[in-house]
């Protein structure tokens, strides 16, 4: 069984920083894209990262404009993870953020993604 599992959020002072950790089991995703998304309360889910398989654009990838410049993707292949770390937080980020895996290409569209985590919530306090 494929499982997704994020962890690292919790609650930040604005301009603080974070560091989301996703561990993916029951299969690795070396050739597809991995992600994230979040959802703020009330809102749809959002894209904010993607970042490609080996051999794929050698590693590249893609930042929502709103995570340009504060947030920062990468994964580990041999541990199968992905993490996003995310600076200079804002009340704005306030979400739950999802990771994602099994993007054929770099894309920030929800259906190319066929795996989800449960998410994990991230609050910033003003």
């Known amino acids: 069984q494929v499982q997704l599992a994020e962890s690292g959020g919790g609650l930040v002072q604005a301009g603080g920083s974070l560091r989301l950790s996703c561990a993916a089991s029951g299969r690795t995703f070396d050739n597809y894209s991995m992600g994230w998304f979040r959802q703020a309360p009330g809102k749809e889910h959002e894209f904010v990262a993607a970042?490609?398989?080996?051999?794929?654009?050698?590693?590249?990838?893609a930042y929502a404009d709103s995570a340009k410049g504060r947030f920062t993707i990468s994964r580990d292949f041999a541990k199968n993870t992905v993490s996003l770390q995310i600076d200079s937080l804002k009340p704005e980020d306030t979400a739950v953020y999802y990771c994602?895996?099994?993007?054929?290409?770099?894309?920030?569209?929800?259906?190319?993604?066929?795996?989800w985590g449960q998410g994990t919530q991230v609050t910033v306090s003003s």
């Open positions: 994602t895996a099994g993007g054929v290409v770099l894309t920030p569209i929800m259906d190319e993604y066929d795996y």
């Open positions: 970042i490609a398989g080996i051999g794929w654009s050698g590693g590249s990838t």
